[in-house]
């Protein structure tokens, strides 16, 4: 069965520090895999789209790894501000154009 | 350039109860999709549009309805709302070719007691 996971669930940094959020998927065949970001209470927005021959992909401080050999993704944080709290959703299209939705790491940063 | 707008915000309905919740999109996208977000939960795809005149149904279309009479327009109904049906909606579109990026509306969320 085609299924996102993220780790962790929630977590909790301190402003300034940088995160590394992990997402997991065993879509096949992949197309693409994406990073949204959803503040509290507003749609998801995309933050990054990589495709199986991308390595790393950035947006600002956002930096998005993928390895489709192991099915691993990571979207790192650096310097992180009290506007990046938020959830951040990895989302794996598979070649029948069909999304699979993961359920979201909740980040908070706290001063 | 509003975006992708949703109508209403909040709403609770009894059971039972039928509603309209309403999308709308200016940027001219051709694909719109409708999501429910459930707590915990990565967001499911109850319906899609293709195009004006043309829907289809996503993974979890039980107990809803669609249309899609404009292109800027995509009503998703609720026949007889159950509790079941409490959750975040979300209306998306996207251009038909290109990065193929959903943009998404703020969302309604709906209690059914």
């Known amino acids: 069965k085609n299924q996102v996971e993220q780790s962790p669930q929630s977590l909790i940094i301190l402003e300034g520090k940088n995160c590394t959020l992990q997402?997991?998927?065993?879509?096949?065949?992949?197309?693409?895999l994406r990073w949204y970001k959803q503040d509290t209470g507003r749609g998801p927005v995309s933050l990054t789209i990589m495709t199986f021959s991308e390595n790393t992909k950035s947006n600002g401080r956002y930096t998005a790894t993928l390895d489709a050999d192991t099915k691993q993704s990571s979207l790192h944080i650096t310097a992180s501000q009290l506007s990046d709290s938020a959830s951040y959703i990895c989302?794996?299209?598979?070649?029948?154009?069909?999304?699979?939705w993961g359920a979201g790491t909740k980040l908070i940063i706290k001063p | 350039n509003a975006g992708v707008t949703q109508t209403p915000k909040f709403r609770i309905l009894k059971i039972g109860q039928s509603m309209t919740l309403q999308c709308t999109q200016d940027?001219?996208?051709?694909?719109m999709y409708w999501y429910r977000q459930d707590p915990g939960m990565g967001l499911k795809l109850i319906y899609y549009?293709?195009?004006?005149?043309?829907?289809d149904k996503g993974e979890v279309p039980n107990g809803y309805n669609v249309s899609r009479s404009t292109t800027e327009d995509f009503p998703l109904r609720l026949e007889l709302a159950a509790p079941s049906q409490t959750s975040v909606y979300f209306c998306a579109s996207r251009f038909r070719q290109g990065t193929y990026e959903q943009y998404f509306g703020p969302g309604t969320r709906l209690t059914v007691t």
């Open positions: 549009s293709v195009g004006a005149g043309i829907t």
């Open positions: 997402c997991n998927y065993t879509v096949s065949p992949f197309s693409n």
């Open positions: 989302v794996v299209k598979d070649s029948n154009y069909q999304l699979i």
């Open positions: 940027m001219n996208h051709n694909y």
